[in-house]
């Protein structure tokens, strides 16, 4: 006898059809454990229901396994039927049929990518109930705080800070210390270097660390400063902190004051030295040069130099 679906009064069931039926129910067990127990000879395709799980599962003959019935899938999409709702939800009921759960993005498994101004991510707009938009690279804002400052630098009411490290070391001599200066990518920092700074900017040559200790970072138009006989120059200059101390620092503030009046052969100040104000001789043949080269006083330029020998 063949198993049928629809069965009436009288109906023969032979060992056949029985056996059909048996394997065609749905089963319930105490526990996963319970269920591969009891069901031995399962067929391919048989149902039945864990209780601790909650779950139900199929044998499937071609791994020889209980598998979850509905097996496993990844969610493309979620829609919002529930009036009053945006973005996604699910997970715990609350009062009214709505739902409430929270999206948690692991970012360890994804590969790494270079960002362009087309990317885009993912925002929630507060101006607009928090929906959830996209927006680009190239379309974030700015701080108010940021777009002030660089507000300012256009209208020329704020002046650019280029950052340079100072560190004292031997001059290889191993008995004269003299000060390093480093800036952007350098590493270890240049003895005595020479450098053209621009007028309307500011030079802020940092001093906290711990080998400027007791070497105060000066300036003079005379070699060798206050040891020569000569004195400290102090306009646009502003000194924070004690060398070799933390965010110490000292800034030169380079424009047409630091500068003064013109003579007959150049700049009024036309040069100018750094020098340790306790030990003589760290500067060593330093000099700023407050005006180009061969400018032969012609007054202020493009590429107006300061040279940190």
């Known amino acids: 006898m063949t198993y049928k679906g629809n069965w009436s009064t009288g109906d023969l069931i032979d060992t056949t059809a029985f056996q059909e039926l048996v394997n065609s129910a749905v089963y319930s067990f105490a526990s996963l454990s319970a269920l591969t127990t009891a069901i031995s000879t399962p067929i391919d395709g048989q149902i039945a229901f864990a209780q601790d799980t909650e779950l139900y599962y199929r044998w499937d003959a071609d791994s020889s396994a209980w598998t979850l019935l509905l097996g496993g899938a990844d969610i493309t999409a979620v829609t919002i039927t529930t009036a009053g709702t945006s973005g996604l939800a699910g997970g715990t009921t609350a009062s009214g049929g709505a739902f409430s759960s929270t999206l948690i993005v692991d970012v360890n498994g994804l590969s790494s990518v ?52 100072v560190t004292v070391a031997d001059d290889g001599s191993g008995s004269q210390n003299v000060f390093y200066i480093k800036g952007g990518s350098d590493s270890a920092g240049t003895r005595s270097p020479s450098l053209d700074l621009a007028v309307g900017f500011k030079y802020k040559f940092d001093v906290s660390d711990a080998s400027n200790s007791g070497h105060p970072l000066k300036f003079s138009t005379t070699k060798d400063g206050t040891h020569a006989s000569g004195s400290a120059f102090t306009t646009n200059v502003t000194t924070s902190g004690t060398a070799g101390s933390t965010n110490a620092f000292v800034q030169l503030e380079v424009t ?54």
């Open 114 to 165: 270079t960002p362009t101004t087309a990317d885009e991510m993912l925002v929630s707009d507060v101006t607009d109930s928090n929906n959830k938009k996209k927006i680009t690279l190239n379309d974030l804002p700015i701080s108010s705080s940021t777009q002030t400052a660089l507000d300012s630098i256009t209208a020329g009411t704020s002046t650019l800070t280029i950052p340079m490290t």
């Open 256 to 309: 047409p004051e630091t500068i003064g009046v013109s003579t007959p052969t150049g700049a009024g100040t036309s040069t100018l030295y750094y020098y340790c104000s306790s030990h003589s001789g760290m500067g060593g043949e330093s000099a700023l040069s407050l005006y180009p080269a061969g400018g032969g006083g012609g007054g202020l330029a493009v590429g107006l130099a300061m040279a940190l020998g």
